[in-house]
C-alpha cells in the first residue's frame, strides 16, 4: 500500500495516496484484511491488492457508512487515520471480502490510446476493423468508435458523444485515418453487465475519488452503453480468444485483438498461451484478411506502460506510445 501511495501521488491522486498510507498504518485494526494480505503467495502488485483496499473504502464512502468516513471522502474533515481506522474496524469482513475478488475496472480513458492505435492500424490495412477484446469487463471499450476525441490537436470518433476523452498529449499526431467498427465483442472470467446498478455500483468503486472528470466520463458511458449494450461472453480469455481466431475470417476486414492492464492477471504460462495463439493465428493472415494485436499494459518491471501494436502478415510489433496507467496522457511515439 505504502509504494502503491508513491504512484497515486506521482500521478496526481493525493488523496488516494493518504488512504492507502494510513491503510498500511491502520491495518492492524482489521484482522479478516490483514490475513488477505498475509496469505497472498503471489504478486501483490500484480494482483492490484492495494487498488483494491481503495476501492473497497471508495464503495463504503458511496455509502457513507461509516459517517466519519463518508465525511472524509466529502470534505468535512481531514482526520483520515480516525475515518480509514473506523472503516477497518466496523467494516473488516467488508473489506477483505472485497479484496478476494479480482478487480473490475472498465477505464474508458484507456480508449483514446486503443483509438489512435486503430488509426495507425486502418493507414495500414486500409479497411474496417472487428475488435476482440479479452479481459473486456462491462465491455465499455467495445463501444470506443462511440466516443468523441481530442488528439494531439486532432478530433476523432462521435463529435456529438456524451463521453468526451480529450487526454494531454505529447508528441505528433496520430495518423489522420477514419476507424471503422464494424463488428465488437469481448470475453471476460466474470463480465458485467452495465445496466444492472450494482454492477455501477462497484465500478464506480474503482475509480479514484480525487477524480471527478474520471468519474464523470464512467457515468455517460455507462449510461451509453444502456443504448448500445457491449456483447460480452464468460469464459477464459485464452480459450475464447483461440476459438474466434479459428473462425473463417472476412475478407476485406481486419480482425484486432484489443487489451488493456489485463495480462499482468494472466500469469506466465497464459500470457505465453495468449502468444502462441496470436501468432498461430498470424501465420495464417494474408493483406485482405490482416490480423492486429493492441496491448495497452505495464511493462514486465513495471516501469512504464506502454501502447503496443503487432500485425500481421509480417508480425512486427512497435511501441506506439508510453501512456498514463489511466489513459490521462499520452506521449506518442508514432
Not at 44 to 68: G, S
Not at 97 to 122: F, Y
Request: include cysteine.
Amino acid at each position: 500500500m505504502r509504494r502503491q501511495a508513491q504512484v497515486a501521488r506521482a500521478i496526481g491522486s493525493p488523496f488516494v495516496a493518504a488512504l492507502l498510507d494510513s491503510g498500511a498504518r491502520q491495518l492492524a485494526r482489521a484482522p479478516l484484511t490483514s490475513a488477505v494480505f498475509a496469505r497472498w503467495t503471489r504478486d501483490r502488485a500484480e494482483a492490484a491488492l492495494a487498488m483494491r483496499f481503495n476501492a473497497a473504502l471508495h464503495a463504503l464512502a458511496r455509502r457513507d457508512t461509516p459517517a466519519r468516513l463518508g465525511a472524509l471522502y466529502r470534505g468535512e474533515h481531514d482526520d483520515v487515520d480516525a475515518a480509514v481506522g473506523a472503516a477497518l474496524t466496523q467494516y473488516d469482513s467488508f473489506i477483505a471480502d472485497w479484496m478476494e475478488q479480482t478487480p473490475q475496472t472498465n477505464e474508458v480513458g484507456r480508449a483514446a490510446a486503443i483509438l489512435a492505435a486503430l488509426k495507425v492500424v486502418r493507414a495500414r490495412f486500409d479497411m474496417p476493423v472487428e475488435l476482440l477484446e479479452i479481459g473486456a469487463s462491462a465491455g465499455l471499450n467495445l463501444n470506443l468508435h462511440r466516443y468523441a476525441y481530442r488528439l494531439g490537436g486532432s478530433v476523432a470518433g462521435e463529435a456529438e458523444s456524451p463521453v468526451l476523452i480529450a487526454p494531454d498529449w505529447e508528441g505528433a499526431a496520430p495518423p489522420d485515418t477514419a476507424v471503422e467498427v464494424v463488428a465488437a465483442r469481448g470475453v471476460d472470467l466474470a463480465p458485467l453487465d452495465p445496466r444492472d446498478p450494482s454492477t455501477c455500483e462497484r465500478l464506480m468503486a474503482f475509480v479514484f475519488a480525487d477524480q471527478p472528470a474520471r468519474s464523470r466520463r464512467l457515468e455517460r458511458a455507462l449510461a451509453l452503453a444502456h443504448r448500445w449494450p457491449p456483447r460480452v461472453e464468460r469464459g477464459d480469455a485464452v480459450a475464447w480468444l483461440a476459438e474466434r481466431l479459428a473462425e473463417a475470417p472476412v475478407e476485406g476486414r481486419c480482425r484486432v485483438l484489443v487489451h488493456s492492464m489485463v495480462t499482468q492477471y494472466l500469469g506466465a504460462s497464459a500470457r505465453a498461451r495468449l502468444d502462441s495463439v496470436v501468432a498461430a493465428a498470424g501465420q495464417a493472415a494474408t493483406p485482405r484478411q490482416p490480423l492486429a494485436r493492441v496491448g495497452f499494459e505495464w511493462t514486465a518491471d513495471r516501469s512504464a506502460v506502454q501502447l503496443r501494436l503487432t500485425c500481421f502478415p509480417g508480425g512486427d510489433t512497435r511501441v506506439l506510445a508510453e501512456c498514463h496507467p489511466y489513459g490521462a496522457a499520452i506521449k506518442w511515439l508514432g
